[in-house]
């Protein structure tokens, strides 16, 4: 596809204002175009959508490849206190992952990156 820019997940939000705001806090995203029921959360070149669920969400999955979970690790985890919560492991497939289920979502948010050796 030539003319694809990006792709954009969305993830559906039952609570908006509570998603956004523990994305902003714990990764450092930045909102923009915030209305009730969109919003967009850029990072560098990367932008993620937060979408306004009608009913219940549903469940997806996000995978966060970085340089290393545990760098990041000791950044992110006194945001972590209200969202369920796996603190950094190591994965068979050879990667170390940090697992979270974003607030006012069903989205569980892997974040890896490989196991050194």
């Known amino acids: 596809m030539e003319d694809l820019e990006n792709i954009t ?3 559906p939000s039952k ?10 806090e714990t990764f450092g ?3 923009n175009n915030y209305s009730d029921v ?3 959360l850029i990072s560098d070149n ?5 979408i306004q669920a009608h009913g219940e969400p549903n469940e997806q999955s996000i995978y966060l490849r970085v340089n290393d979970v545990d760098t990041l ?3 992110i985890k006194s945001n972590l206190e209200k969202a369920k919560h796996k603190a950094p ?3 068979e497939y050879g990667m170390r992952e940090i697992h979270i289920v974003i607030p006012g979502t069903n989205t ?6 490989p196991i050194k050796s």
């Open 108 to 113: 569980l948010l892997f974040i890896g990156s």
């Open 73 to 75: 690790w000791p950044k």
């Open 15 to 24: 609570n908006m204002k509570e998603s956004i705001n523990f994305m902003v």
């Open 46 to 50: 990367h932008v993620l959508g937060i």
């Open 89 to 91: 492991f190591n994965q």
């Open 38 to 40: 969109y919003s967009e």
């Open 9 to 11: 997940p969305h993830i």
């Open 29 to 31: 995203f930045e909102s």
